[in-house]
C-alpha cells in the first residue's frame, strides 16, 4: 500500500460484492439520512452505517438495530448524490448478519423468521399467528389483556385461521428460494 491509500475493510469487500455498489464514491454527506423513513427506529444513521462498513465494525453493524428497520423504500437512493443503492447495503448486511454462525439469534432474526415463515406457507402474514408466535420465541410478554380485547373488538387484528396456499404459490416459493439462496432468506 503506497501513502495517501487507505485500505479496503474486509467488511467493506464483501458488501459491495453481495450489493454490486461502490461504497468509496459516499461522500458523508448525509442526503441518505435526511430523507429516511425509519431513522426514527434506528440507532445508526445510513450515512454512519456506510462509515462503519469502511471502519469494519462487524459487531457493532450485525447486532445493530438499523439494518432490520430499514424499509426499502429506496427515498435514501432517490437522494443520494453517489447514487449508492443503500437498501441493497442493507440487504446484504442483513444476509451477512442472517449468516453469521456464531451470531446469537436476537429479536429481529426471531421476527425476520417468524415474518418470512409466514408470507412461505400462507402467502401474506397473519397478525395474530405472528403476535403470539413473537412473543413465545423471544419470550417478550403479550400486549395488555384490554388491548388485545380492543383489537379484537375493533377487529384491528385478524384472527380467522390463515388460508393454505395452492400449488402453484408453493413453486413460485421455491424458485425464489433457489434464486435467492445467496441472501440468507
Ligand atoms: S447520500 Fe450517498 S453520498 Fe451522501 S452520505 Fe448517504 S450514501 Fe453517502
Ligand atoms: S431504503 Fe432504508 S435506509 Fe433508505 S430511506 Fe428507506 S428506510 Fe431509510
Redesign the pocket.
Known amino acids: 500500500m503506497t501513502m495517501g491509500q487507505t485500505a479496503i475493510s474486509s467488511m467493506q469487500t464483501e458488501v459491495e460484492r453481495k450489493a454490486n455498489v461502490n461504497l468509496d464514491t459516499?461522500?458523508?454527506?448525509?442526503?441518505?439520512t435526511g430523507g429516511c423513513s425509519g431513522i426514527e427506529a434506528m440507532d445508526f444513521s445510513?450515512?454512519q452505517i456506510?462509515q462503519l462498513i469502511k471502519m469494519d465494525e462487524w459487531a457493532v453493524l450485525l447486532n445493530s438495530r438499523t439494518i432490520w428497520m430499514c424499509v426499502s423504500c429506496h427515498i435514501?437512493e432517490d437522494?443520494?448524490?453517489?447514487r449508492?443503492k443503500?437498501s441493497s447495503v442493507m440487504d446484504a448486511l442483513r444476509a451477512i448478519a442472517y449468516s453469521q454462525p456464531t451470531a446469537e439469534p436476537n429479536k429481529q432474526i426471531h421476527f425476520h423468521n417468524l415474518f418470512l415463515g409466514q408470507v412461505k406457507t400462507f402467502g401474506r402474514t397473519h397478525e395474530g399467528l405472528l403476535m403470539m408466535s413473537y412473543s413465545l420465541k423471544a419470550k417478550t410478554p403479550l400486549p395488555p389483556m384490554r388491548l388485545i380485547i380492543d383489537y379484537l373488538r375493533r377487529l384491528r387484528v385478524d384472527m380467522k385461521p390463515p388460508h393454505m396456499l395452492g400449488k402453484a404459490y408453493r413453486f413460485t416459493i421455491k424458485k425464489a428460494q433457489e434464486g435467492g439462496k445467496d441472501h440468507g432468506a
Open positions: 459516499c461522500m458523508q454527506c448525509g442526503c441518505c445510513p450515512r456506510i435514501c437522494r443520494c448524490p453517489a449508492i443503500i
